[in-house]
């Protein structure tokens, strides 16, 4: 009797996970990984029994952070990988596809200055994304909740913004196919054990075909860092993440959130603050602090002139981030390259 409990009870356990595992989007991934254009090998399907291990049972104490998408949890994998997975919200049919599409976009991408995914876990009541664990927080608390422990300085906030751009040169234009983010914000920019940046959060990114308009039923993004053009027609293009970037470029220039209602309100969006100064003479009012008392005066002009170049409301006239990371790439170079001439 007691076996027979037993294999009755094992049975109706397995016969869970699988609902889970259909539920949370299993046949859809599978149906992803089966097809020819997909080429998905490094990404592994975790136990749930692996993950519960990993974070001694999803305990308290293991929370690193919390969004809109789920809780994060830090976590040790048998093999001794630190970890962070995302229990993500109750996928339904509405954002189960987003759920998906993270697995798939983030399987295709290889670049050092973009999160990587180790694997997710499928057969949960509550499915699971298992990343590589970046361990110094993001972007936006060293912008933002200013630590006098480690302040940021201007060669790493130019050095950042170098690795960022990189990173998203590679989505748009070097990956097997164009990536497009949607959600560039100085939250998603993690940063690693030397303080490299780290793009994360994949959940509502698109890859594309060059025949596709990218036409949206309904916008994503975060106000501050939305693309007023993309708001206004829906039509999401590579340009709409250059708009973002050149807000937390703006952000990394002056130190000021990308909305604050302690601004007047003409100017409580960043990107129209930071414009009108530029266009009024007013740049070196708003520079943070540290940067103005660290920065070349001629690099920040270039980096600021670049960041209102992203930030124009006509989409067709801001640079593609190949061209953004060619100019901050030749910041440094270049006014070297001047100071020795000027020495000689």
Request: with cysteine; aromatic share 10%.
């Amino acid at each position: 009797m007691w076996r027979l409990y037993k294999m009755k009870k094992k049975r109706n356990e397995i016969k869970l996970k699988k609902r889970f595992f259909k539920r949370n989007g299993g046949l859809l991934l599978q149906q992803q990984l089966s097809s020819s254009e997909h080429n998905i090998q490094h990404t592994k399907l975790f136990t749930s029994q692996e993950l519960e291990k990993a974070t001694d049972q999803f305990n308290e104490s293991r929370i690193l952070g919390k969004g809109g998408q789920g809780m994060v949890y830090k976590g040790m994998l048998t093999d001794g990988r630190i970890t962070a997975i995302k229990k993500c919200n109750i996928v339904d049919e509405g954002n189960l596809e987003q759920f998906i599409n993270e697995i798939i976009i983030l399987s295709h991408i290889n670049h050092r200055n973009v999160v990587k995914l180790v694997g997710c876990c499928l057969e949960t009541e509550i499915p699971l994304l298992v990343y590589e664990f970046i361990p110094n927080g993001t972007l936006s608390q060293y912008l933002h909740e200013e630590s006098e422990e480690f302040p940021l300085t201007w060669d790493m906030r130019l050095r950042i913004a170098k690795e960022v751009a990189g990173a998203l040169s590679y989505l748009h234009s070097a990956a097997s196919l164009p990536i497009y983010h949607r959600d560039i914000k100085s939250t998603n920019i993690l940063l690693d054990d030397k303080y490299r940046a780290k793009v994360a959060d994949f959940g509502t990114s698109r890859s594309v075909t060059i025949e596709q308009t990218h036409l949206t039923t309904i916008v994503y993004g975060t106000f501050g860092y939305l693309d007023p053009e993309y708001f206004q027609t829906s039509q999401f293009t590579e340009k709409s993440d250059v708009y973002s970037f050149g807000v937390v470029l703006a952000e990394l220039l002056t130190g000021e959130k990308p909305v604050s209602l302690v601004r007047i309100q003409q100017n409580r969006s960043l990107a129209t603050y930071f414009t009108l100064s530029m266009e009024e003479g007013f740049l070196f009012d708003i520079l943070d602090a540290r940067v103005k008392k660290e920065g070349d005066i001629q690099e920040i002009m270039v980096v600021a002139e670049l960041a209102k170049r992203c930030l124009e409301l006509n989409g067709k006239r801001r640079p593609t981030m190949r061209e953004v990371t060619k100019e901050l790439e030749g910041v440094r170079k270049t006014f070297n390259g001047q100071e020795n001439y000027e020495k000689v």
